[in-house]
């Protein structure tokens, strides 16, 4: 199956960009910081091409802190030799960031030209002054994660998302210059402003048309145009608004979300200096604290999931393609949603979800000014530690949340903004005199601690980060995911709050709705019991949840060996699980119908991708069908052996007890009348015999372009074998290279960059990318007694 995505612009979207991320330099000088004037000679470089994540080329150990997926951290260095042609000359060069972690400090020919310490953050930074055009010029970037147990999951260390090099005429847009909102949307009308901040950083004045262009995305024809002309002073900068109408406008939503493409066009003095382009959506936003959530006038109910910035063996360096099957393995689940959790995500996510039809919760903190606790031999065992990055809130915090609004402002998937994450968790760090005569859902760690920070510290502290969400986006709310509500109800904590987001209290909806009853809210985080969906299904008041997790992620790990958080509806290689199978019953809105296997006695093989049927003969086995039709009805072989079922409307299922034979194995979703409607089967697996290769795309892009290749180790038949442990070796010929060998075994802390892997209940996922030349590739799987397989690929 083919996998296509559209990308049609640069992160930065001001000057004219191109993409930074071949032949840099990287070295890791453990935990010593050096200086731009000795690194160079005093450190062991190797070539890299960005996104490069340090961290997940491991090795994991055991040393090393579970929070952070017992990976390591260090100080590294990158070095980038660049060419600026002469005839560049006078214009401006900017090199752009979209994430480094963390506490970055970057260097041109010696001089310090900017850096950022929060490492989710993208930012750009002038090179202008020091830039030698003409001649060789030597980028050098610091990147300090000594620091390793600075959060509570895995972070990555590195320059771990694109890079962009940026020329620009002196008077030009800002970075991220042009912001276009639907303010009033309709079927028959949809009105747009749009608004691009100008800069003249020349000497002299400089008369700048912009120009506008909207055309639909489905149909290519141009809706609207619009052109300003303003007059810029040295020094000035403006703001152009624009306001344009679209009679009878394609609008954006779940199910429907059409785009359009918008075009600036910027001319100064006449002369053509810049173009961008990005896709924006018309559609309006209503939140009601009585009828919840509705995307252009209709309801939505919100089937979310939180994510990590992750995706198992490739760290947090992700390319697109990835997030793009993963996504869209959600969207199929029946997700709608995504909260980033707990802080901005590469641009791409956001791209693919505006594409598909997800909507985002767009999140920026975890803590404030004080940290929380960091495990070390185990999630919630053992002593903690104290680090994070806490300590540049109070310089950053209000710089950090404004940048990720005016990046992400254009997503018509995003639709709040969420100023923190659990920041209100019981005595981690904040207490309240109130915890010594209330009981909430979180653990408690003791009642009112009188010598932790008070929890009234969040009134203020909420505040002015409300107030920067309305002072840059007045289209979308601010919220947060509130972990003691309880407590905060004491605050003004969540009475500053547009939106309030309940971690793991939906016993207090119904209460707080009584008793607030102007107040906004939604499950912000949620576990996985059907009753916890079912209390959004039935109150109108309650407009969504998202569940922990979408996907398994690295770090907040249990005790050794654990690479990671493992309740994910996808596991590590993006496959779906069990209670992803579970969570489609929930979500759906086709009828389906899933079965799962256990013995009798004996626990189930929690994790599995796909459910097997494999046992003893004889055995008594429970098979549990779940699904969303009014009965379902069990096969063997053809024959019926269990009788139609009604399916609990509130459990999403229904089992029968059988004794075990092998074959396959159907259950059969029907419907009032008792017809089959839908079906699901699994079939009994041989002995392996070969290996099966599935890549999603056989045609890739010579640049960046990526092919998942899914492998299954089957029997004579083809049946996937789910007991299947076998040692596979992957070789790869021509212009590709192998990112990694992903398995998705939580338990197995080997290395996944190297081409040999042990496949976990019988599969693994390949990822190859293009290295930049056209061609034929051939990537071969092999393992011995296993027949092997060939994939070739194209690379355009």
């Given at each position: 199956?083919?996998?296509?995505t559209?990308?049609?612009?640069?992160?930065?979207?001001?000057?004219?960009?191109?993409?930074?991320?071949?032949?840099?330099?990287?070295?890791?000088?453990?935990?010593?910081?050096?200086?731009?004037?000795?690194?160079?000679?005093?450190?062991?470089?190797?070539?890299?091409?960005?996104?490069?994540?340090?961290?997940?080329?491991?090795?994991?150990?055991?040393?090393?802190y579970?929070?952070?997926?017992?990976?390591?951290?260090?100080?590294?260095?990158?070095?980038?030799?660049?060419?600026?042609?002469?005839?560049?000359?006078?214009?401006?060069?900017?090199?752009?960031?979209?994430?480094?972690?963390?506490?970055?400090?970057?260097?041109?020919?010696?001089?310090?030209?900017?850096?950022?310490?929060?490492g989710?953050?993208?930012f750009?930074?002038?090179?202008?002054?020091?830039?030698?055009?003409?001649?060789?010029?030597?980028?050098?970037?610091?990147?300090?994660?000594?620091?390793?147990?600075?959060?509570?999951?895995?972070t990555?260390?590195?320059?771990?998302?694109?890079?962009?090099?940026?020329?620009?005429?002196?008077?030009?847009?800002?970075?991220?210059?042009?912001?276009?909102?639907?303010?009033?949307?309709?079927?028959?009308?949809?009105?747009?402003?749009?608004k691009?901040?100008?800069?003249?950083?020349?000497?002299?004045?400089?008369?700048?048309?912009?120009?506008?262009?909207?055309?639909?995305?489905?149909?290519?024809?141009?809706?609207?145009?619009a052109?300003?002309t303003v007059?810029?002073?040295?020094?000035?900068?403006?703001?152009?608004?624009?306001?344009?109408?679209?009679?009878?406008?394609?609008?954006?939503?779940?199910?429907?979300?059409?785009?359009?493409?918008?075009?600036?066009?910027?001319?100064?003095?006449?002369?053509?200096?810049?173009?961008?382009?990005?896709?924006?959506?018309?559609?309006?936003?209503?939140?009601?604290?009585?009828?919840?959530?509705?995307?252009?006038?209709?309801?939505?109910?919100l089937?979310?999931?939180?994510?990590?910035?992750?995706?198992?063996?490739?760290?947090?360096?992700?390319?697109?393609?990835?997030w793009?099957?993963?996504?869209?393995?959600?969207?199929?689940?029946?997700?709608?949603?995504?909260?980033?959790?707990?802080?901005?995500?590469?641009?791409d996510?956001?791209?693919?979800?505006?594409?598909?039809?997800?909507?985002?919760?767009?999140?920026?903190?975890?803590e404030?000014?004080?940290?929380?606790?960091?495990?070390?031999?185990g999630?919630?065992?053992?002593?903690?530690?104290?680090?994070?990055?806490?300590?540049?809130?109070?310089?950053?915090?209000e710089?950090?949340l404004?940048?990720?609004?005016?990046?992400?402002?254009?997503?018509?998937s995003?639709?709040?903004?969420?100023?923190g994450?659990?920041?209100?968790?019981?005595?981690?760090?904040?207490?309240?005199?109130?915890?010594?005569?209330?009981?909430?859902?979180?653990?408690?760690?003791?009642?009112?601690l009188?010598?932790?920070?008070?929890?009234?510290?969040?009134?203020?502290?909420?505040?002015?980060?409300?107030?920067?969400?309305?002072?840059?986006?007045p289209?979308?709310?601010?919220?947060?995911?509130?972990?003691?509500?309880?407590?905060?109800?004491?605050?003004?904590?969540?009475?500053?709050?547009?939106?309030?987001?309940?971690?793991?209290?939906?016993?207090l909806?119904?209460?707080?709705?009584?008793?607030?009853?102007?107040?906004?809210?939604y499950?912000?985080?949620?576990?996985?019991?059907?009753?916890?969906?079912?209390?959004?299904?039935?109150?109108?008041?309650?407009?969504?949840?998202?569940?922990?997790?979408?996907?398994?992620?690295?770090?907040?790990?249990?005790?050794?060996?654990?690479?990671?958080?493992y309740?994910?509806?996808?596991?590590?290689?993006?496959?779906?699980?069990?209670?992803?199978l579970?969570?489609?019953?929930?979500?759906?809105?086709?009828?389906?119908?899933?079965?799962t296997?256990?013995?009798?006695?004996?626990?189930?093989?929690?994790?599995?991708?796909?459910?097997g049927?494999?046992?003893?003969?004889?055995?008594?086995?429970?098979?549990?069908?779940?699904?969303?039709?009014?009965?379902?009805?069990?096969?063997?072989?053809?024959?019926?052996?269990?009788?139609?079922?009604a399916?609990?409307?509130?459990?999403?299922?229904?089992?029968?007890?059988?004794?075990?034979q092998?074959?396959?194995?159907?259950?059969?979703?029907?419907?009032?009348?008792?017809?089959?409607?839908?079906?699901s089967?699994?079939?009994?697996?041989?002995?392996?015999?070969?290996?099966?290769?599935?890549?999603?795309?056989?045609?890739?892009?010579?640049?960046?372009?990526?092919?998942?290749?899914?492998?299954?180790?089957?029997?004579?038949?083809?049946?996937?074998?789910?007991f299947?442990?076998?040692?596979?070796?992957?070789?790869?010929?021509?212009?590709?290279?192998?990112?990694?060998?992903?398995?998705?075994?939580?338990?197995?802390?080997?290395?996944?960059?190297?081409?040999?892997?042990?496949?976990?209940?019988?599969?693994?996922?390949?990822?190859?990318?293009?290295?930049?030349?056209?061609?034929?590739?051939?990537?071969?799987?092999?393992?011995?007694?296993?027949?092997?397989?060939?994939?070739?690929?194209?690379?355009?």
């Amino acid at each position: 199956m083919a996998i296509a995505t559209v990308r049609i612009a640069a992160a930065p979207h001001f000057g004219n960009c191109q993409l930074f991320v071949n032949d840099w330099q990287f070295a890791l000088a453990g935990n010593v910081q050096l200086t731009p004037a000795n690194v160079e000679q005093t450190l062991k470089w190797k070539t890299v091409t960005l996104p490069h994540d340090w961290s997940v080329e491991g090795p994991y150990s055991s040393n090393l802190y579970s929070a952070t997926g017992y990976l390591p951290g260090g100080f590294g260095w990158y070095k980038k030799t660049f060419d600026v042609p002469a005839d560049k000359k006078g214009q401006k060069v900017y090199v752009y960031f979209e994430g480094i972690y963390n506490r970055s400090h970057v260097y041109l020919n010696g001089h310090l030209v900017g850096g950022r310490p929060n490492g989710y953050i993208s930012f750009d930074c002038n090179l202008t002054p020091y830039l030698q055009y003409g001649k060789k010029n030597t980028l050098l970037v610091s990147v300090d994660h000594t620091r390793v147990n600075d959060s509570r999951w895995y972070t990555g260390s590195g320059i771990y998302r694109d890079v962009w090099l940026v020329y620009a005429s002196p008077v030009h847009k800002q970075v991220w210059g042009t912001y276009c909102r639907s303010i009033h949307v309709t079927s028959e009308k949809a009105d747009f402003m749009a608004k691009t901040t100008l800069l003249n950083e020349s000497a002299r004045q400089a008369q700048t048309k912009v120009c506008y262009d909207l055309s639909s995305k489905q149909t290519g024809a141009n809706v609207a145009s619009a052109e300003q002309t303003v007059t810029l002073s040295p020094g000035d900068s403006i703001d152009v608004q624009q306001p344009f109408t679209v009679d009878q406008p394609e609008l954006w939503n779940i199910g429907t979300p059409n785009l359009y493409r918008l075009k600036t066009t910027v001319y100064v003095n006449g002369e053509l200096t810049e173009t961008d382009e990005q896709f924006v959506g018309a559609r309006e936003l209503t939140f009601s604290h009585d009828e919840g959530l509705a995307i252009n006038g209709h309801p939505v109910k919100l089937k979310g999931v939180c994510i990590h910035h992750d995706a198992g063996c490739l760290g947090s360096a992700v390319p697109r393609q990835v997030w793009y099957r993963r996504i869209k393995h959600l969207k199929e689940m029946g997700c709608n949603a995504i909260r980033t959790s707990h802080n901005p995500q590469a641009s791409d996510l956001y791209d693919i979800c505006d594409e598909l039809g997800l909507v985002v919760i767009d999140e920026v903190f975890d803590e404030w000014e004080y940290p929380k606790k960091k495990w070390v031999e185990g999630w919630n065992v053992g002593t903690p530690t104290y680090d994070g990055n806490y300590d540049y809130f109070k310089e950053w915090g209000e710089t950090d949340l404004k940048d990720m609004i005016l990046r992400d402002r254009n997503h018509p998937s995003v639709i709040m903004w969420s100023i923190g994450n659990e920041v209100d968790y019981p005595n981690d760090p904040y207490s309240h005199p109130i915890l010594d005569s209330i009981r909430i859902s979180q653990p408690v760690y003791g009642g009112w601690l009188p010598g932790n920070p008070q929890a009234e510290q969040l009134s203020s502290l909420s505040r002015k980060l409300v107030d920067v969400v309305h002072r840059y986006d007045p289209t979308r709310p601010a919220t947060a995911g509130l972990a003691g509500v309880a407590m905060s109800n004491h605050t003004d904590y969540p009475f500053n709050l547009d939106v309030c987001g309940y971690n793991y209290t939906e016993t207090l909806y119904e209460k707080d709705h009584a008793t607030y009853p102007e107040r906004v809210l939604y499950g912000s985080e949620n576990g996985q019991d059907p009753q916890a969906w079912n209390v959004v299904r039935d109150s109108k008041y309650v407009f969504g949840q998202f569940i922990w997790t979408g996907i398994d992620y690295l770090g907040e790990s249990g005790r050794w060996p654990s690479r990671g958080f493992y309740t994910g509806m996808l596991d590590f290689g993006g496959f779906l699980k069990t209670n992803g199978l579970y969570r489609q019953a929930m979500w759906s809105e086709k009828p389906v119908v899933n079965l799962t296997t256990a013995p009798l006695t004996g626990a189930h093989r929690h994790g599995a991708p796909l459910p097997g049927w494999n046992y003893k003969k004889g055995a008594m086995i429970v098979v549990t069908c779940m699904g969303n039709t009014p009965y379902a009805r069990l096969t063997l072989n053809g024959v019926e052996v269990g009788q139609p079922k009604a399916i609990d409307k509130d459990r999403y299922s229904t089992s029968w007890s059988i004794p075990y034979q092998k074959g396959t194995l159907t259950v059969e979703g029907l419907n009032e009348a008792k017809e089959v409607c839908c079906s699901s089967a699994v079939t009994t697996a041989g002995v392996p015999v070969r290996l099966t290769a599935l890549p999603d795309v056989r045609v890739i892009e010579k640049e960046r372009g990526v092919s998942q290749i899914e492998l299954d180790v089957t029997d004579s038949q083809g049946v996937l074998v789910p007991f299947a442990e076998n040692e596979i070796t992957c070789r790869i010929a021509g212009p590709v290279r192998l990112l990694g060998l992903e398995n998705s075994n939580n338990a197995d802390m080997s290395d996944y960059r190297d081409n040999r892997q042990c496949v976990y209940h019988g599969r693994l996922i390949a990822y190859i990318q293009a290295t930049g030349q056209k061609g034929k590739a051939s990537i071969t799987f092999s393992s011995p007694t296993l027949k092997s397989t060939s994939i070739e690929l194209d690379i355009n």
